[in-house]
């Protein structure tokens, strides 16, 4: 069997290994992988055709200067997968560069041969609903990470299975992981307060300021509580000087770049009574542990102005989305003010059992009680190619 995988950026080089480990533990036979990965899917046998470092690039600004060397890897990656004999096509996620490389494979193919399958299906749930009929002619099939997305894809009119979020395959600190991490760093019985102003340099400029006023008000109603901050690495600099003036001396944790700074990360949303976050996926690191958690995000006034038009839905907290609920609050663009996101939180610090219901709800529905992601995506898969008949 040979599979061709394409993955852009480290998530996707996580999914791709997960589906990678899996295909060769249900294959029978040999398996052979070529394509485009990073370092997790070069321990899984990938050759990598050239750095994935080399496409992980986000916004218009940062791609422009790129464009030429990027089409021309576009039809280098086209022309491998083609020249590979592959069974299967597996691009993840980066849809920029993946659907142009599935485009190309598409029309040069012969027959159904290979299946064309894409891991991450675009959320158009929340906005530009285009995107899955784009998708649809380029592809045979998605992956999706979330349970509502497979009937708008088919809708779109390309075959879509749900196979699970990879949060549900994350460790997560154990109680007793929870309390020593409140022993080592002396917070005792506190109320211990998450913020997470982000991982951009950008949004964390943006938020910083916004998140401490907030916590300013928290702790002038609860004094004893306490503020830990994990910080994310690209930031360090930043967030430092940003929230030296905040109340309470915060607790800094270092980057989670190694086993042991993860798990006390992972020990912190533990322990954690409380989270400020901003808008994103932490969401739901922080719904795996079973941490309450406010939402707060701004963006810059145009930017704003346009999501606010594009938007589709009431929330962008996927613990909202997942659980059908609105359990989390949310504060975005001119709603993001310390007032109203402090009286939340003091709000959660009385009574969080409302949310920590959604949080479980939610990652029941993410899949925490099936199959690994992984070994979801690679039976489905599989079936890709019984279908086929090859």
């Excluded at 997305?149 to 779109?156: I, Q, S």
């Excluded at 211990?192 to 340099?201: C, D, E, K, N, T």
């Excluded at 994310?232 to 030296?244: N, W």
């Excluded at 963006?299 to 659980?323: A, C, E, G, K």
Aim: proline fraction near 7%; hydrophobic fraction near 45%.
């Amino acid at each position: 069997m040979r599979v061709f995988v394409v993955a852009g950026e480290p998530s996707g080089d996580k999914l791709g290994q997960a589906v990678m480990s899996a295909l060769r533990a249900k294959v029978e036979g040999e398996i052979e992988f070529a394509g485009v990965g990073g370092p997790l899917m070069k321990g899984e046998g990938l050759k990598s055709l050239f750095p994935m470092s080399e496409l992980s690039v986000m916004g218009l600004a940062e791609i422009l200067p790129k464009y030429r060397h990027l089409k021309r890897r576009i039809r280098e990656t086209a022309e491998a997968a083609i020249a590979f004999d592959a069974d299967i096509v597996l691009t993840i996620d980066s849809p920029d560069f993946c659907l142009r490389v599935a485009r190309m494979v598409r029309a040069r193919r012969s027959a159904s041969r290979p299946r064309l399958v894409h891991y991450v299906a675009p959320s158009v749930w929340a906005w530009r609903p285009g995107r899955a009929e784009k998708m649809a002619r380029c592809v045979d099939h998605v992956l999706a990470l979330l349970p509502f997305e497979p009937p708008m894809m088919e809708v779109a009119g390309v075959t879509c299975d749900f196979v699970g979020h990879p949060v549900v395959a994350e460790p997560t600190a154990s109680p007793e992981e929870a309390r020593a991490f409140r022993a080592t760093y002396g917070l005792d019985d506190a109320p211990v307060i998450l913020a997470l102003p982000g991982s951009r340099r950008g949004e964390v400029t943006r938020l910083a300021p916004i998140f401490g006023e907030t916590l300013a008000r928290v702790l002038g109603e609860r004094p004893g509580a306490r503020i830990v901050i994990p910080a994310a690495g690209s930031v360090m600099s930043e967030l430092e000087d940003l929230v030296r003036d905040w109340p309470g001396a915060p607790l800094i944790l270092a980057p989670a770049t190694d086993a042991v700074t993860q798990a006390a990360k992972r020990a912190a949303f533990a322990a954690a009574d409380v989270a400020l976050a901003a808008s994103g996926t932490v969401s739901l690191e922080l719904a795996a542990s079973g941490t309450p958690m406010v939402i707060g995000y701004d963006m810059n006034w145009i930017t704003r102005q346009i999501v606010s038009r594009m938007l589709m839905v009431d929330t962008v907290t996927l613990v909202n989305l997942v659980s059908d609920t609105r359990a989390v609050p949310e504060f975005l663009g001119k709603a993001c003010r310390p007032t109203p996101m402090a009286e939340a939180v003091l709000a959660l610090l009385d009574d969080p059992g409302a949310q920590q219901a959604a949080l479980s709800l939610t990652m029941d529905r993410l899949g925490r009680t099936g199959l690994p992601p992984g070994e979801r995506a690679a039976i489905s898969i599989l079936r890709q190619l019984d279908r086929a008949g090859h």
